[in-house]
C-alpha cells in the first residue's frame, strides 16, 4: 500500500543523508595519496598518541593489517607522516574478514 506521504519522506530522508556526508577526497601522507595494498580502505580519525589531534587509522580490506598516520598538523589543518603498522603484542595486529 503506496501513502501519498511517502515521496515527500523519500526525499526529506535522501536530502538528509547528503547532508551528513562531504564529497569524497583523497588524503595524503608524506607527500604521497594514502593508497593500501589490498581491497578497500576505512579510515577513522582518533587521537591514538594522546597528543591532543586526531590521528589517522586506515584499515584495509584484503589482509585486515590496520596502518597509523600520525598527524604531525592540525585537527583544521592535519598533516599525516608515513604509517606504522598498528601492533597488539608485539606483532601486526590483523581484524579477521568473515
Known amino acids: 500500500m503506496r501513502h501519498a506521504w511517502m515521496p515527500l ?26 593508497n593500501v ?8 580519525a582518533y587521537d591514538f598518541d594522546g597528543d591532543g589531534v586526531r590521528d589517522l587509522l586506515v584499515g584495509q580490506f584484503g589482509e585486515g593489517k590496520l596502518r597509523v598516520y600520525r598527524n604531525e598538523g592540525t585537527d583544521k589543518a592535519p598533516k599525516y607522516g608515513k604509517f606504522e603498522w598498528f601492533m597488539a603484542g608485539g606483532e601486526i595486529a590483523k581484524i579477521p574478514a568473515s
Open 37 to 44: 595494498d589490498i581491497g578497500h580502505a576505512a579510515p577513522f
Open 9 to 34: 519522506a523519500a526525499a526529506l530522508f535522501a536530502g538528509t543523508l547528503a547532508a551528513q556526508f562531504e564529497q569524497p577526497t583523497r588524503i595524503a601522507a608524506g607527500g604521497e595519496d594514502i
